[in-house]
């Protein structure tokens, strides 16, 4: 996870947060950016280190969830589905919509859809919620060498990109890389048989 410098090492006086636990720019833990599995190592430290409170802002989950979602029934690294999201499963849904405008991109876009696409991307890459994934993201773009900006002439073109900016995710997490050649496949047309 190269956002690990992001992530918090408790500058303050309080006991450490656990591994992997980010912090927000408020300096409070980042739900959308954390995992399921790191954010239950907090919400359980912090019933130990203050059981009598609820932790008013850093434990929605403990507070909110139904005892059939509890953590003793979902399975590690699962969020419940009526539970906000952790950074995994935001990043699941938010590929799964950026994929999909690849793959209903016009096949040649016009000058008007390349600029309507380019602005949506900026604006995503800014509003992301997990913001030390946003910031990466950006930054990626916005290479000096000019090679990572979005290709926007044409559906192929397009795919391609969004799966290399993919690729360069799953790099950093430690993830196998996807075979681009097989994107349109795996969003748009579907596995041949
Ligand atoms: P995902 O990576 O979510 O992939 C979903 C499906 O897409 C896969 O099952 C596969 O079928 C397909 N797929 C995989 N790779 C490709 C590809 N290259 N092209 C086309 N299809 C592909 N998480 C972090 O912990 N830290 C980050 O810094 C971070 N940055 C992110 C930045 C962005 C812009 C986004 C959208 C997400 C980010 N995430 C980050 C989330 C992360 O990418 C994953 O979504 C999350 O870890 C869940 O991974 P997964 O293995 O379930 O599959």
């Not at 280190?49 to 989950?61: D, G, L």
């Not at 029934?73 to 999909?100: F, I, M």
């Not at 900016?165 to 097989?182: I, P, Q, S, T, Y």
């Amino acid at each position: 996870f190269a956002s690990a410098s992001k992530e918090s090492q408790d500058g303050e006086s309080k006991a450490p947060l656990p591994k992997g636990v980010v912090l927000d720019k408020d300096g409070k833990p980042c739900r959308t950016c954390t995992s399921i599995a790191s954010w239950r190592a907090l919400t359980k430290l912090q019933s130990q280190t203050s059981p009598s409170s609820s932790s008013s802002n850093t434990s929605p989950a403990t507070k909110s969830t139904p005892a059939t979602a509890s953590p003793a029934t979902t399975p590690l690294n699962e969020t419940p589905s009526d539970c906000p999201p952790d950074v995994e499963q935001l990043g699941r849904s938010t590929w799964t919509l950026l994929h999909s405008m690849a793959a209903t991109y016009p096949e040649k876009a016009d000058t008007q859809q390349q600029q309507d696409m380019q602005g949506f991307l900026k604006f995503f890459s800014k509003l992301y919620p997990c913001w030390v994934c946003a910031d990466d993201f950006r930054d990626w773009m916005a290479h000096p060498s000019g090679r990572n900006q979005p290709k926007l002439g044409g559906r192929k073109e397009f795919g391609w990109w969004m799966c290399e900016a993919h690729n360069e995710v799953n790099r950093k997490l430690g993830k196998k890389e996807f075979d681009c050649r097989f994107w349109e496949e795996r969003w748009r047309t579907g596995w041949k048989d």
